[in-house]
């Protein structure tokens, strides 16, 4: 061979760098990245930047953490939100893992349901389900006056701290179940069959072979039950438990001002906390991803179950189903109700609320649509333009991006909304003058940069699904690269794009934590605020829970119709195509 | 459809992902109207060869010319090359005919002579009845027929087939490759194919060119590369060979090809003093007692394919592989047995010692 003209490295650079189309991606690249840095790090940084500063001197100085230590109800707030964080992991496991085992490892005629009614606790806010729980867990709800007049006992579900540890948990262990369900699944028959072809069978099987291999899943969905436990404001804030950290620095915010340092402080251990429990199941899950399914090998097997079996089956499933659903079940008898109080059931029915609702909820519900939906538009079309540049071009520190936007994950909506307080004070929206820190395009940055991680990985899936051969296919007819992205890329993502809205959509709509911090009249209020101002009355709480249950059908619904496109295009690539 | 046939020519091409070069100096010229082949194992960088030529993957250096027009700098829809890719890339969003009228769109043909076009070509490959079907509806074969109209509904100068029968079934496969080679006939389209299997180079293609490490081992007609490897990677990669060290000596006017166990076979005429000789299995006679020059040995195996006895023979330092075809009634040799080996002069190659 003759080394005449041996390839220069530089050559083989030049012309991509050159090409006129990936400067046009590149530009859209930094401008994503200007927007991730200006409304998500510096509004951090600058809120841990402000825990470190004397608030009367502006000198760095560690007195703000020695303060917050010193005080008992800070550090009792600490330990409270640690434990019942940790607390709910254990509760969402213990109903998680049971459906999750059920559905995966039997032919069991409820795996459907359970697996479609176990979604349905996140399409309601906590804090929604938070006042409908006290009806009927409280200390003069339902259960509790049941037994009381039958056994002349009670039980306190919903005393204290274990109100927002049983909120919580029947709120977010659908993250459990559907991770743990993925993995089980995921795992090849062959795995379970050498097992047993090696003596080992039942409990022991499970315990040895099945759940070690689930684990990634399970640890995966904990850290988020645990993080989103931590983080939360709404909940503690409804059921009145204050000495958590979340609901500390609401208070100290919104009572003492912008200027209190404990706020700062607070922010800055939710953030250490929720990157230290991200990046301990990392750690755990590096080098184990268990998926082996291999073609045509299925997941593990099914058996029948016996009859006593499936009576327990359906037993334990009723009961758990039926704890999960209690939210939903209360709140729409609530939204029902002439008067419920002291009683196991309302005292009669009514469509009041529904009319009250009506008559003074058209601005929160009009806002709603506004913000939610300028967030999810924005987050998906950031989403599959990060997603694109990712997975299909080598733009310089694309990764970066990726990363960028996913961080938001590891930022509580209490400090967004902190930071962004603090950044826009004294600032004013050009034109209109107003003070820019209670402008309502803030809360709908706020809700675009928190919902973005949802959305990436919502076009990410989809762009995944699209095989880089498509593409090419186009491109060989004659497609350019922008022609290609408009007739094959973006029509093959649809359905993940639209997943991605109407989670981002949904789950923007009721948030409640970096908006409670941010909605500075009614009139700018948002569903979830409206929902919030609705239950701090008695009076309130049959029109705040008829605003509850509209909000549940409508993302209810949304959810079930991305579903369905989502199912519909996956039938599309069932046969034929390459994974 | 007959379009004016193109030649390709490939110029001291070298590619490279990232540090690791994939092509080294590959140069190659495949006539106007040629079914060639490129034939190689996986990571040979036939693929990647046949995807610089549609423009996808890192930009080559040197020149790679359709019709005398270096097109490396071109991006891959400027090109003119169909390309029918191994997973046959069907868009499962649009239906067979939108599949195939896609390319014509984009060309900014008129609507009213797309309809006819995409109607041609569909029953070009005799799929006219499933022109409303979407691509999950169709069987393997099915939609490998489409993505084939698909290719050549855009009359592209070039086509470019990437192991386009690999994800068909044993008897499929042999059908399909001779639709494709009738096709091609048809249609006059200077054509490449990649493939890992010698059996579907060799019974399509006019030439072919076997690739290994990045680099063009042999060009020529399936039989020549047969006949006449120049390269033990050739030898062993088309059907089986019998590989024995040693050095070419005269014998008053004969040349043998002496063994490094001392035993000598009678060749045909080369200027290779020292190196390899290669024997294709069925060109060796195995017998009891052979005269003349043979090889003494030993049978070890024996196994039976039907059409063919294979024997396993221990000799010359070496296990031999001998195929003596099989006809009713035909003396086997004894497993354990002694036997001798008697080979045809004019079919053993030699190839000198790699430099």
């Not at chain 1, 020695?66 to 607390?87: H, I, K, P, T």
């Not at chain 2, 193109?6 to 001291?12: A, D, K, L, P």
């Not at chain 2, 493939?195 to 290994?212: C, F, I, P």
Request: hydrophobic fraction near 50%; include cysteine; charge should be neutral.
């Amino acid at each position: 061979m003759s080394d005449t003209s041996r390839p220069g490295s530089i050559a083989d650079k030049l012309p991509s760098a050159l090409f006129p189309r990936l400067s046009g991606l590149g530009m859209v690249a930094a401008l994503i990245a200007m927007l991730l840095i200006g409304l998500l790090i510096i509004p951090v940084l600058l809120v841990i930047y402000v825990a470190f500063l004397d608030p009367n001197t502006g000198a760095l100085t560690l007195n703000n953490f020695q303060d917050f230590f010193g005080s008992s109800l800070f550090r009792e707030s600490f330990w409270n939100s640690f434990y019942v964080s940790a607390m709910s992991v254990v509760v969402a496991t213990i109903i998680a893992l049971p459906l999750a085992y059920i559905t995966t490892r039997f032919n069991f005629a409820g795996s459907m349901i359970i697996q479609s009614l176990g979604f349905i606790p996140l399409i309601m806010p906590p804090f929604v389900g938070a006042v409908a729980m006290q009806l009927i867990f409280g200390r003069n709800g339902t259960i509790n006056l049941l037994l009381k007049e039958k056994f002349g006992v009670s039980i306190p579900f919903m005393d204290g701290l274990n109100g927002v540890i049983l909120v919580q948990s029947i709120h977010y262990f659908p993250f459990i179940l559907i991770n743990l369900s993925t993995s089980l699944r995921n795992i090849d028959r062959s795995m379970e069959e050498a097992a047993q072809n090696l003596g080992s069978y039942g409990m022991r099987l499970f315990r040895r072979v099945v759940f070690p291999l689930a684990m990634p899943g399970y640890i995966a969905g904990a850290a988020l039950v645990f993080i989103k436990v931590f983080d939360d404001l709404g909940t503690p804030l409804l059921l009145n438990v204050n000495n958590m950290l979340a609901p500390q620095a609401f208070l100290r915010i919104s009572s003492i001002g912008i200027s209190d340092p404990m706020g700062y402080v607070i922010s800055f251990i939710l953030v250490a906390f929720s990157i230290f429990s991200l990046w301990a199941s990392f750690l755990f899950m590096r080098g184990k991803d268990y998926s082996t399914v291999q073609k045509g090998g299925g997941g593990l097997s099914k058996r029948d179950l016996r009859t006593h079996e499936k009576i327990m089956a359906y037993g334990v499933v009723a009961l758990i189903l039926l704890a999960v659903l209690s939210p939903h079940i209360g709140l729409t008898l609530l939204s029902f109700a002439t008067i419920w109080s002291y009683a196991p059931l309302p005292d009669g029915y009514t469509m009041q609320n529904f009319v009250t609702m009506w008559n003074s909820s058209g601005e929160y519900i009009t806002n709603t649509v506004i913000y939610a939906g300028l967030a999810a538009v924005a987050d998906i079309i950031i989403g599959t333009a990060i997603a694109y540049i990712v997975m299909r071009t080598n733009i310089f520190g694309r990764k970066a991006l990726d990363y960028l936007a996913t961080a938001a994950l590891a930022v509580p909506g209490v400090v967004l909304g902190i930071g962004y307080l603090r950044l826009f004070h004294g600032m004013e929206v050009p034109f209109s003058g107003e003070p820019m820190a209670s402008w309502w395009i803030i809360i709908a940055l706020a809700l675009m940069i928190r919902r973005l991680p949802y959305a990436l990985r919502a076009c990410t899936a989809a762009l995944q699904q699209v095989s880089v051969s498509l593409e090419e296919a186009a491109e060989n007819l004659g497609a350019s690269k922008a022609r290609t992205v408009k007739k094959i890329v973006i029509p093959l993502m649809t359905g993940g794009i639209l997943a991605g809205f109407v989670t981002s959509f949904a789950t923007a709509a009721v948030e409640l934590s970096a908006t409670i911090m941010l909605v500075s009249s009614d009139s700018d209020a948002p569903l979830a605020y409206g929902i919030y101002l609705f239950m701090q009355t008695p009076s309130g709480r049959g029109a705040g829970a008829a605003l509850g249950l509209v909000a549940v059908l409508i993302v209810g619904l949304g959810t079930f119709l991305s579903q369905m496109v989502v199912e519909r295009d996956k039938k599309y690539r069932m046969s034929g195509q390459e994974q | 459809m007959k379009q004016q046939m193109v030649g390709i020519e490939i110029e001291n091409v070298h590619l490279s992902f990232g540090d690791t070069e994939v092509l080294t100096g590959v140069n190659l010229t495949i006539e106007p109207g040629e079914f060639f082949a490129f034939l190689g194992p996986s990571g040979s960088g036939k693929s990647t060869l046949l995807r610089a030529i549609a423009g996808f993957g890192p930009r080559p250096s040197g020149a790679i010319k359709i019709g005398g027009k270096d097109i490396v700098d071109l991006p891959p829809w400027k090109r003119n090359v169909g390309m029918v890719f191994q997973s046959y890339a069907l868009w499962p969003h649009l239906s067979v005919r939108d599949n195939v009228a896609f390319g014509l769109r984009e060309r900014k043909m008129p609507r009213n002579e797309i309809g006819p076009r995409v109607d041609a070509a569909l029953d070009l490959v005799g799929l006219s009845h499933l022109a409303d079907r979407m691509p999950n509806q169709l069987s393997g074969g099915q939609q490998q027929r489409i993505a084939l109209a698909r290719t050549v509904v855009v009359e592209p100068q070039v086509l470019l087939l990437d192991e386009p029968l690999s994800n068909l079934d044993a008897n499929l496969r042999v059908q399909m490759r001779r639709e494709l080679l009738s096709l091609q006939r048809k249609l006059g389209l200077t054509t490449i194919f990649v493939t890992h299997d010698q059996e579907e180079a060799n019974t399509t293609s006019d030439r072919m060119a076997v690739l290994d490490g990045g680099v063009i081992q042999q060009v020529g007609s399936p039989q020549v590369l047969y006949d006449n490897p120049q390269n033990l990677f050739v030898a062993n990669f088309l059907g089986t060979a019998n590989v024995l060290n040693g050095k070419v000596e005269k014998f008053g006017d004969q040349m043998r090809f002496v063994t490094s166990t001392g035993d000598a076979l009678p060749i045909g005429s080369t200027d290779v003093t020292s190196g390899s000789i290669v024997l294709r299995p069925q060109n060796i006679t195995i017998s009891a007692s052979g005269n003349g020059d043979t090889i003494k040995g030993k049978v070890l195996h024996r196994e039976f394919l039907g059409s063919q006895i294979r024997y396993i023979v221990e000799a010359a330092g070496s296990e031999i592989i001998v195929d003596q075809s099989h006809a009713v009634g035909a003396d086997w040799q004894e497993i354990g047995g002694n036997v001798a080996l008697q080979i045809n002069a004019q079919t053993a190659v030699v190839i000198a010692d790699p430099h």
